[in-house]
């Protein structure tokens, strides 16, 4: 059973807009929340996170919005670039003796010029 | 900056070999991780070590076993391969397990075929 989903498995967005990528999320538990950014050949690198005490974190172009409620999180890159074309990987975190992110299958993102 | 280390990048190997996946990080970071990635999903996690001297099972840790060798190094084997393992392979370190950002850094990947 997913913990972690990332409903599109691909976006397309223009250059210069806003790119929203989505993340639903099951355990209640789950305490912070991160998303990775991967190019092909690389492993994934960190791109922003959030605590559940927060509502909204921001870096830049990059915005992650929580929604605790509706057990939903957003990103959104302001505005595009193509550089940014990439597949991006939600992840939660909670706290517990046990070390594990759980992640999502990922979102690909494709920025057109 | 070499930050995390992992070789091969790619292997080849027929069912009932063994291997060693190797890691190594720069960064003096005391945890060090193991996972896979499969087409369609998300990492999952096989194995941690949260300080030098420990080790844990992730999520998937069937059919695998790790060693922390020192701070610096981490490796993953594979004592009998199975097709079920073709599967990229990630090795992670971070400053240290269960902090308040669980910020992983990630090596560049293994892409392991099992014939």
């Known amino acids: 059973d997913q913990q972690v989903k990332q409903n599109s498995p691909s976006l397309s967005v223009q250059e210069g807009r806003i790119s929203i990528l989505n993340c639903d999320y099951t355990?209640?538990?789950?305490?912070?929340f991160l998303w990775y950014k991967k190019y092909p050949a690389e492993g994934p690198t960190f791109l922003i996170s959030i605590s559940s005490i927060k509502d909204k974190n921001e870096d830049g172009r990059f915005t992650v919005f929580l929604n605790k409620s509706a057990k939903h999180l957003s990103l959104h890159i302001v505005p595009s670039q193509p550089g940014d074309s990439a597949v991006y990987f939600c992840?939660?975190?909670?706290?517990?003796?046990?070390?594990?992110?759980?992640f999502g299958k990922g979102t690909k993102l494709s920025v057109k010029p | 900056n070499a930050g995390v280390t992992q070789t091969p990048k790619f292997q080849v190997l027929k069912t009932g070999q063994s291997m060693t996946l190797q890691c190594a990080q720069d960064?003096?970071?005391?945890?060090m991780y193991w996972y896979r990635q499969d087409p369609g999903m998300g990492l999952r996690l096989i194995y941690y070590s949260a300080s030098e001297g420990t080790t844990d099972k992730g999520e998937v840790p069937n059919g695998y076993n790790v060693s922390r060798l020192n701070k610096r190094e981490f490796s993953l084997r594979l004592e009998s391969a199975a097709p079920s393992q073709t599967s990229v392979y990630f090795c992670?370190?971070?400053?240290?397990?269960?902090?308040?950002?669980?910020?992983?850094?990630f090596g560049s990947g293994t892409q392991l075929s099992v014939l």
């Open positions: 992670a370190s971070s400053e240290a397990h269960r902090a308040f950002v669980e910020k992983l850094f």
């Open positions: 355990n209640s538990m789950f305490d912070y």
């Open positions: 992840a939660a975190d909670y706290g517990g003796s046990q070390g594990n992110l759980i």
């Open positions: 960064m003096n970071h005391n945890s």
